[in-house]
């Protein structure tokens, strides 16, 4: 696996978060961005760090709650506008003025919301299994795990339950794939037990009534006009229609690269042969763009 250090930043709100910086950029390649999901933390990127860091440099943020960033004071604080304020500040402090953005669920959320204010930040953007339009089915499940702690004696354990929970949405995966996935998940709690590693008051904006009538996110999909863009679904998915994502397609327009990843649902993890091929394909049009 590539190498990385720890980073740490501050938020506007004076919180202390971290990310993992994967060393590299030949020729003056832009960085890539990689922006997690819901519950997961910089860890999730691993397998992608693993296989592009050296020619590329990645920075891996924990957001706000997550991992080895701290927690907020108020939970209502987490929310997309105020990761993009996080991350804003992030790249102000490593003066960095155009990178790739690879974005996660609720990642991919931040990264239109990076098109919709700042598109000339961009060299390029993933939107991974998300989109302006969100499948109930989908956000109906999500609301059902997260927030709800989860205590293990070992990372069998873990790992176990992770597959009861998600064997729908990973049915190829061994029991190596889920012991990864929990290490990427959990962390080991000062008792010796496997807990989940992000604060389980992230759930509590999620429980406001009407929540998720937000903003209408669809008119920023022309922001990405002019910018490489890809665009993925796991074929099982049950957040992101085949629909909704064509439909993104066609609003951006021949900047836009949209490929369904076999037998994955939400979401994913950017290891499967389909995903290696279309992120390979959208570097190479950042490079040659």
Known sequence: M???????????DGLRLHYRDYAGGEDGRPP??????????????????GRLGGPWRLICPDMRGRAESAQAKDPMSYVPLT????????????????????????GGVITMLIAATHREWLAGGLLNDVGPTLEEAGLARIRTYVGV???HP???????????????IYP???LEQWLAMAHRLYRLNNAGRIVLDYDMRIAEPLRVAGSEAGVDMWPVMQAFRGIPTLILRGERSDLLSDATAARMAQEIGPDADYAIIPNVGHTPVLDEPASVFAVDRLLNRVLNG
């Not at 961005?33 to 992608?48: I, K, Q, S």
């Not at 102000?92 to 790739?100: E, T």
């Open 149 to 151: 702690g989860q205590s």
């Open 172 to 174: 190829a995966y061994g």
């Open 32 to 49: 890539l961005l990689c922006l997690p999901g819901l519950t997961r933390n910089a860890r999730d990127f691993e397998p992608l760090a």
């Open 83 to 106: 990761y993009l304020q996080d991350i804003s500040r992030l790249l102000a402090d490593l003066a960095i003025p155009r990178f790739v953005a690879i974005g996660t669920s609720l």
């Open 2 to 12: 590539s190498n990385y250090t720890d980073g740490y930043w501050w938020s506007p």
């Open 154 to 168: 070992s990372w069998v354990h873990a790992a176990r339950a992770l597959e009861e929970a998600n064997r729908d």
